[in-house]
Structures are given as structure tokens and as C-alpha cells.
């Protein structure tokens, strides 16, 4: 809370419409100021102490009953500090230009904020942050840059440990830095402007390096491993006659799931949805019965999905009460599902086109919310949320896919983050493909282990470069894609289905 003497009422209103931490940051010039603070115990000591490592030269009168072996030290080594021994009375603030109130009398400390404020004098009071005009925070320094840190007094703690990150992570060469800028500046000739681009340049060296190279480490990685496999692969082929050999006996459908595992897992792990049901699909158009279509895209999604929930896991994208709600309800609507189209193998062809609706209802109502994202929202986030996981994990295994489809579409229409629902879903998704596949191995037994083995591999390596692409996409292009590709393959279900009929 910002208070100022003689307008706390309107300031208190401010704070609680604005919300968050309202605190303007300041440094003062306490060598040219006078503080007074009221109290010498451990308390009085650590405010003390606290003054007089950021401003070594600062003039401070120090007003107590009883003072402790600590705050007579530091007044013995600090010329500017000043102990008086008596009780607090109003005159002792005549000459104040800040006070500090730290005594174990909460009485006495409501006493001094009175005396401060008749004064108009700012005050802080110790270990009461509803009290306090302004605060004293954890600082971080290195020479001549220094760094204060707030948490609105919530926690100073946390203010502590962050104190403590900051000074093992900026280097001390910090200091040699600023003044080498500070000779710069004094050497520029030209206008303002000319002087800003300048230094804005040299500055840029301080965030772009470390950017960029982990760009580029991670893309050496890559390129490292592609490069081995290409050399390891082209070594096997013209030195080993067993392995040309085994390599043009595998069947060519192999390596058209292959290409379009990695696709499909690319688009999915990007925006989240339309691995399963793009899988599937291209499964039966390659002649896979419909159950063995659906059992090698959960086996493939178990290492995909694995591989990028854990991905979002590192970066933070997971919501994990969400992820506690959709979980058990998706896994027994996955099993259930999986079982009935392994009993049933034509059960799938009557609920793609009730799913194919549903999800085109959905992208239509993603689309326009996308297009008025900055509006605010009238209406609640969904509540069913467990209704939700089962329904999604039944029709994913019946239908071959459409647990992004359907949990995403709804999470991301009913107003969730999108980044946050991607990342859950993608976690979540993994012990739903883990037990659907567990049923289907002990239902039926396949005999296109080739087409399952390249969905498989291909979506694995897609995994993490797709997982990695949604964390630097937008939300809105998330949206937006999500939106457009349920559209299009919901109509195109559709019109199969209606087409079949007719």
C-alpha cells in the first residue's frame, strides 16, 4: 500500500481497484537527509544495519531506552550515526526528514506513525506493512548498479532469496561495465537522439549474447545429431552388406508412416490437438482396420505425448489442479472406450460424426474468441471438468483421436490459457494413450506392426522441436490454429460421412 501523510483514505481506494504492487521504487540521497529511528533491539539493529550498508555516510539519530551491543557498535564505526538514550517524545521528529519506528510497544509504534504524519514526515514502522508509508527492501548491488527488490511487503523472505539469486547471477564485472558506459556517454558528440541509438547499440551486447547462443547451441545439437545419424546410416549402407539388406526389406509403408508420424506429432505438439484423429485417418485411407488404426496411434502418442509433457513440465506450462481433475475420469473413459471398439471394430463410424460436430461447434466459437481476445470475458471458465476428461479419453479411444480436439477445444473456448491448457493436455494425454494402448495389446492382435513402428518413431522426434515452437507462438496464434484445423477436419468428416450415407 502507497500512503502519503494527509491523503492515506484515497490512496488505500487506488490500491485496491489497481491491484498488484502500486509501490513507486525511489532511491534516496540519505546522506543529505536526516532519519530518525525510534528503537535499538534487534529489530532497530537489522533496520540499522540495512541503512547503513546501502548509504554508509547516512545521518541517522537513533532514540531508545536500552540499546544493544550491536547498534552501539555500529554507531562507534559510522560517524553519521548519532544514539540518544531516553524515551521517544513528540520534538525528537522535529528535525527528521524520514522515521523509522521499530520497538516492541505496538502502542508506542501507532504513536510515533501519528507524530511522523502530523509532521507530514514519511514513516516506516517496523514488521507492519498496513503502517508503513514506504518500505525498506532487499537490495542488490555491484558498484554503482544497484537493485531494489519489493514484494509489497508480503514477503521479505522472498525478497531475501531473490537477493540472494541476483548476486550469485549478475557478475561483479557489472561495475567496470557502467563506467566504461559512463566514459562513452561523456565522449559522444551529436544530439540526443543520435546518443541514445549509439548506446542503445553498445548496450544491446548485455541481453542478445546469451540469447543467442542458446539458440545456437540448441540448434548445433540438432544438427549434431542429424549429422551423426546421416554419417552413421551412410557408413552402415556402403561397409555392411546385412544392413542394406535389412533396410530394403522393410516394408515401404513403414516409411510412410514414418513422414507421416513426425508431421502429424509437429502440427499436435504445436497447437495441442489433431495427432490422433489426422493419424487415423490417414491409417484407414492405407488400408488399417480400424481398431489396429487406433491401437498404433495411441502407442505412438505414448512416447510423443511423453517426450512433450515433459517438455511443457520444464517450461511451466502445466496447470496441475487441472491436470488432477481430467486424469482418472480420462483414463477410465479411455479404457472403456478402447475396449468397446476392440469388441466392436465398426463401433467408430457412428460417433465420428457426433464428435466431428461437436468439435466444429468448437473451433467456430475458439475462432471468435481468438478474433476478440482483448475483450473481456463475460462468461465463467468450464466447471465440469472431470465430466470433461472422461468424455474426451471415451471418444479418443473410439474414435481413433480427439482428446485434443475435444478437452483443448472446450478448455481453450470456455476461456482457460491457452498455453497453459496445451501443455496440461499434452501431460495428461500421455496416461491416456499409456492405458488405452495396455487394452488394446491384451483385446486384439495386429498384424501391421510396420505402419505402428514409423507413427512411433516419427512422432517422437517431432516431440520436442513441436513442444519448444508452441512456447514462442502467441496465444491468439495459437487459438487460431487450433481453430482452423478442427474446422476443416470436422467438415471434412462430416461431408465423408454424409457423402457414404447418401
Not at 552388406?241 to 508412416?257: D, E, G, K, L, M
Not at 493436455?425 to 506392426?449: G, Y
Request: positive net charge.
Amino acid at each position: 500500500m502507497t500512503q502519503l501523510p494527509g491523503n492515506k483514505e484515497l490512496t488505500t481506494v487506488q490500491d485496491e481497484k489497481a491491484g498488484g504492487n502500486q509501490l513507486f521504487p525511489v532511491f534516496l540521497k540519505l546522506n543529505d537527509l536526516h532519519t530518525v529511528l525510534i528503537g535499538a533491539g534487534n529489530v532497530g539493529f537489522e533496520k540499522l544495519e540495512a541503512i547503513l550498508q546501502n548509504s554508509p555516510n547516512a545521518r541517522v539519530t537513533v532514540i531508545a531506552n536500552d540499546f544493544i551491543q550491536g547498534v552501539n557498535n555500529l554507531s562507534n564505526t559510522f560517524p553519521g550515526v548519532k544514539t540518544i538514550e531516553k524515551p521517544f517524545s513528540d520534538d525528537d521528529l522535529n528535525n527528521a526528514d524520514l522515521v523509522i519506528a521499530a520497538t516492541n510497544n505496538a502502542k508506542l509504534n501507532n504513536y510515533i506513525r501519528e507524530a511522523a504524519h502530523q509532521r507530514k514526515l514519511l514513516i516506516n514502522v517496523a514488521d507492519k506493512p498496513e503502517l508503513c508509508d514506504f518500505y525498506l527492501g532487499s537490495i542488490v548491488q555491484k558498484g554503482d548498479l544497484k537493485i531494489g527488490i519489493s514484494t509489497n511487503g508480503k514477503s521479505p523472505t522472498i525478497a531475501k532469496r531473490l537477493k540472494e539469486v541476483l548476486n550469485e547471477s549478475l557478475p561483479a564485472e557489472l561495475d567496470i561495465s557502467l563506467q566504461q558506459m559512463s566514459d562513452l556517454r561523456n565522449s559522444l558528440a551529436g544530439d540526443f537522439t543520435y546518443k541514445v541509438k549509439k548506446l542503445n547499440e553498445v548496450t544491446s551486447v548485455l541481453v542478445e549474447p546469451k540469447a543467442v547462443r542458446q539458440r545456437n547451441f540448441q540448434w548445433l545439437i540438432w544438427l549434431s545429431i542429424i549429422f551423426s545419424l546421416g554419417v552413421g546410416i551412410t557408413g552402415l549402407w556402403f561397409n555392411e552388406p546385412a544392413f542394406r539388406t535389412y533396410t530394403q526389406s522393410i516394408q515401404p509403408v513403414f516409411y510412410y508412416f514414418l513422414g507421416a508420424g513426425f508431421l502429424f506429432a509437429l502440427i499436435d505438439g504445436a497447437i495441442g490437438m489433431s495427432y490422433g484423429v489426422t493419424s487415423t485417418t490417414f491409417s484407414l485411407a492405407m488400408g488399417i482396420p480400424p481398431a489396429s488404426a487406433s491401437m498404433g496411434v495411441h502407442l505412438s502418442e505414448i512416447l510423443s505425448n511423453g517426450i512433450a509433457g515433459w517438455m511443457h513440465y520444464r517450461m511451466g506450462n502445466i496447470n496441475w489442479r487441472l491436470f488432477k481433475l481430467l486424469l482418472i475420469p480420462g483414463i477410465i473413459g479411455a479404457v472403456l472406450g478402447a475396449y468397446i471398439l476392440s469388441s466392436l471394430e465398426h463401433y467408430s463410424q457412428y460417433t465420428k460424426p457426433v464428435v466431428s460436430l461437436y468439435t466444429l461447434i468448437l473451433g467456430v466459437v475458439i475462432f471468435s474468441k481468438a478474433l476478440n481476445l482483448n475483450r473481456k470475458r463475460t462468461k465463467g471458465k468450464i466447471k465440469r471438468i472431470p465430466l470433461l476428461g472422461f468424455g474426451g479419453g471415451f471418444i479418443d479411444a473410439v474414435g481413433g483421436g480427439g482428446w485434443g480436439s475435444i478437452v483443448l477445444s472446450t478448455l481453450i473456448a470456455s476461456g482457460r490459457n491457452a498455453r497453459f491448457s496445451l501443455g496440461t493436455v499434452k501431460l495428461s494425454r500421455f496416461f491416456i494413450a499409456l492405458m488405452s494402448s495396455l487394452t488394446f495389446i491384451t483385446m486384439i492382435n495386429s498384424a501391421h506392426w510396420e505402419a505402428v513402428a514409423g507413427l512411433v518413431l516419427g512422432s517422437a522426434l517431432a516431440s520436442p522441436i513441436a513442444a519448444k515452437i508452441s512456447n514462442k507462438i502467441s496465444t491468439k496464434a495459437i487459438m487460431v490454429s487450433v481453430a482452423v484445423i478442427v474446422i476443416l477436419i470436422s467438415l471434412k468428416s462430416i461431408i465423408a460421412f454424409i457423402t457414404k450415407v447418401i
